[in-house]
């Protein structure tokens, strides 16, 4: 019998940067990075601050090599800075597969590489010892990872372009949307079809709904390329999505701020819930 254990963890949820200190202890201070695990198969989507922690814990945990699957949205500090400090990719017997988008003429492995380019770090990508297949991607495509489990991409509404993942597996999905800004007055319709029925949609609430349109006192941040945590609940309902995670939580909400937000969400949605470091959603058919 295959194995169907599907399952999402979350090692970082802030956007931006990381905020480690007091006020973030709750829901933690690491920037974005979840773990996804379908059967034997482990999936990583963005390589935040989050993706250290990740990393030892994977390195500790197995015994024989690892095969991983990263996958990275775009290519925002928030979501590449945990990368040099991957522990798996100082194993020659492990074997990273990693899929990000080229940029204009940048290519994906010139950005990657670029990230632990000199001065900025002292060992180069190509120094790193694992086996490393790099695979680039675009928008609106369907990857067989393996038997049964597939990810399929879309656009984003984001400064530079970004990517948002849907994983299919074992009858399930779970879709991770982050770093996408939505539409005032209608639910962007490409992600609506592409989240359609997931079972989780793990969404930008980067900001509030008064946030963004500045009527909290503070500037607009239309066209900043978030969203808020209102929305995603429109688009959670307007797609018929199973359970909704507030995710990319802007650098100053603090763990008060951010509990109050997710009793206020609950309200409307109440399966809904704010990411926090730690949290392990499964999503097996059993
Ligand atoms: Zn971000
Ligand atoms: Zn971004």
Same mark, same amino acid.
């Given at each position: 019998?295959?194995?169907?254990?599907?399952?999402?963890?979350?090692?970082? $949820?802030?956007?931006?940067?990381? $905020?480690?200190?007091?006020?973030?202890?709750?829901?933690?201070? !690491?920037?974005?990075?979840?773990?996804?695990?379908?059967?034997?198969?482990?999936?990583?989507?963005?390589?935040?601050?989050?993706?250290?922690? #990740?990393?030892?814990?994977?390195?500790?945990? %197995?015994?024989?090599? #690892?095969?991983?699957?990263?996958?990275?949205?775009?290519?925002?500090? &928030?979501?590449?800075?945990?990368?040099?400090?991957?522990?798996?990719?100082?194993?020659?017997?492990?074997?990273?597969?990693?899929?990000?988008?080229?940029?204009?003429?940048?290519?994906?492995?010139?950005?990657?590489?670029?990230?632990?380019?000199?001065?900025?770090?002292?060992?180069?990508? &190509?120094?790193?010892?694992?086996?490393?297949? /790099?695979?680039?991607?675009?928008?609106?495509?369907? /990857?067989?990872?393996?038997?049964?489990?597939?990810?399929?991409?879309?656009?984003?509404?984001?400064?530079?372009?970004?990517?948002?993942?849907?994983?299919?597996?074992?009858?399930?999905?779970?879709?991770?949307?982050?770093?996408?800004?939505?539409?005032? +007055?209608?639910? &962007?319709?490409?992600?609506?079809?592409? $989240?359609?029925?997931?079972?989780?949609?793990?969404?930008?609430? !980067?900001?509030?709904?008064?946030?963004?349109? +500045?009527?909290?006192?503070?500037? %607009?941040?239309?066209?900043?390329?978030?969203?808020?945590?209102?929305?995603?609940?429109?688009?959670?309902?307007?797609?018929?999505?199973?359970?909704?995670? /507030?995710?990319?939580?802007?650098?100053?909400? +603090?763990?008060?701020? #951010?509990?109050?937000?997710?009793?206020?969400?609950?309200?409307?949605?109440?399966?809904?819930?704010?990411?926090?470091?730690?949290?392990?959603? %499964?999503?097996?058919?059993?």
């Amino acid at each position: 019998m295959p194995d169907l254990d599907f399952k999402v963890i979350f090692w970082g $949820v802030r956007g931006t940067r990381a $905020v480690p200190g007091e006020d973030t202890l709750i829901y933690g201070g !690491n920037t974005s990075c979840v773990q996804v695990q379908a059967g034997e198969t482990v999936l990583i989507l963005d390589g935040g601050t989050g993706l250290a922690n #990740l990393g030892m814990q994977l390195a500790a945990e %197995s015994a024989k090599p #690892l095969e991983l699957h990263l996958f990275f949205s775009h290519f925002h500090w &928030d979501h590449i800075q945990g990368f040099p400090f991957f522990l798996p990719a100082y194993n020659r017997d492990n074997r990273l597969l990693l899929y990000g988008e080229a940029k204009g003429q940048a290519s994906f492995a010139s950005l990657l590489g670029g990230l632990m380019s000199a001065p900025y770090f002292p060992l180069p990508f &190509d120094g790193l010892p694992a086996r490393k297949d /790099l695979r680039e991607i675009k928008p609106g495509q369907a /990857l067989e990872l393996a038997a049964g489990l597939t990810v399929k991409t879309a656009r984003n509404n984001h400064p530079g372009g970004c990517l948002s993942f849907r994983i299919e597996y074992a009858g399930k999905s779970c879709c991770y949307c982050t770093d996408t800004e939505h539409y005032p +007055g209608r639910v &962007d319709a490409v992600l609506r079809e592409f $989240v359609r029925e997931t079972d989780l949609l793990i969404y930008d609430a !980067n900001y509030t709904d008064a946030q963004y349109l +500045g009527t909290d006192g503070g500037r %607009s941040r239309a066209g900043w390329g978030h969203s808020t945590w209102q929305e995603g609940i429109r688009l959670a309902e307007a797609a018929g999505v199973g359970k909704l995670v /507030l995710f990319h939580h802007d650098p100053l909400r +603090g763990d008060r701020e #951010l509990a109050s937000i997710e009793e206020e969400a609950q309200k409307t949605l109440p399966d809904c819930i704010a990411a926090r470091e730690g949290l392990s959603v %499964s999503l097996s058919p059993y």
